[in-house]
């Protein structure tokens, strides 16, 4: 079976964590977090981050991201992100429509936002006609596949603490950031004082589920209850909780993180001598993004289906999912090489 290119999302079930489901799938179990499983799991979770971390299971990362600024921000305040993030181009308006913020996104060439940018972005502070900011969001790793180095994740925490401002990172594919900086979870997180974080679980080979790991425990008390109003509690949550535990187990994380990290490696180092592509950033996690002849998109997504990332150019998006081998993206540089042979 020819496999998607187009995103960590395409591919089925981890077979490790399809078990966990199957494995947990027998008898009675209490509802709404209330087994001896998810109290298992959230343990693990403060074993993984740190004592301080509080995790809330959700359904998906609109609602990670979206219940993490509504359990931080008042309705006048206001969320400094990257233009090209999630939250501000793909929740189709959710931040505002549920959590009742305004975003401030700052331009992003590479993904990133940085503390000079914030600091400009903190202007009429008190003025009551003006949306106060409060909280700095980033992606880690970003929409464009690039990586905050540690040293700029301390400085933004920093600069947070500093003026009074929240720290939320969007992690959907946060295994992959912990694994290519080699940093524990709890150094990425508590010990550098983020406040809150939606962690990934779907992009990382679960069926289905996040997690929003709280660091400050002021917050803890409100979040459960946005939860439920906002529609994200599940009642079976044992299911969400075994994926998690399997995600942990063994490192399965850092297994998968690797493997797709070297497939885009693997990739990019295929395709670097080809002079009708132009790998357009540093290739840091499990994605290419890569400007490409406009002829050539419509044979390549017959063979490989993946997104147009910007229509106006024609640049591209190469995902690696978990389940992505070397004979499949042989298989994908076979059909680009055959079109630059009829070209």
């Given amino acids: ?36 499983l998810t109290q298992e799991v959230r343990a693990l979770f403060k074993n993984q981050f740190g004592p301080s971390a509080e995790t809330f299971f959700v359904f998906n990362g609109t609602a990670a991201n979206v219940l993490s600024i509504k359990t931080f921000l008042k309705s006048y305040e206001s969320v400094i992100c990257s233009a090209d993030s999630h939250l501000n181009l793909d929740e189709c308006g959710a931040p505002e429509a549920i959590a009742g913020c305004k975003l401030l996104p700052l331009p992003s060439p590479e993904g990133k936002i940085t503390v000079d940018q914030c600091r400009e972005a903190l202007i009429r502070g008190g003025d009551q006609h003006y949306s106060q900011a409060r909280m700095i969001s980033i992606t880690q790793p970003t929409e464009l596949g690039t990586l905050y180095t540690y040293e700029e994740m301390k400085s933004l925490a920093v600069f947070c603490k500093e003026n009074h401002l929240y720290f939320h990172i969007d992690g959907a594919r946060f295994i ?70 399997a995600l ?96």
């Fill in 176 to 245: 992959l950031a912990a694994a290519q900086l080699n940093k524990s979870f709890k150094e990425l997180t508590e010990d550098i004082g983020v406040d809150v974080l939606s962690f990934g679980g779907t992009k990382n080979g679960l069926l289905f589920g996040e997690a929003v790991i709280v660091f400050n425990k002021e917050k803890t008390k409100d979040l459960k209850f946005f939860r439920k109003q906002c529609l994200q509690l599940p009642s079976k949550m044992r299911f969400l909780s075994a994926q998690f535990k």
């Fill in 248 to 343: 942990f187990t063994n490192e399965l994380w850092k297994e998968i993180s690797m493997k797709e990290c070297s497939m885009a490696l693997y990739l990019a180092e295929k395709i670097n001598s080809i002079k009708e592509l132009e790998i357009l950033y540093n290739v840091q996690v499990n994605s290419v993004f890569v400007k490409l002849p406009k002829a050539w998109v419509k044979p390549l997504r017959e063979s490989h289906f993946f997104y147009i990332w910007n229509e106006n150019d024609w640049s591209a998006r190469w995902m690696m999912s978990f389940d992505i081998e070397k004979n499949d993206i042989d298989q994908f540089v076979d059909k680009i090489l055959e079109l630059k042979g009829g070209a």
């Fill in 1 to 36: 079976m020819v496999k998607s290119l187009g995103s960590d999302n395409h591919s089925g079930i981890h077979p490790k964590i399809l078990e966990s489901l199957t494995k947990v799938n027998y008898g009675h179990s209490p509802s709404y977090g209330t087994d001896d």
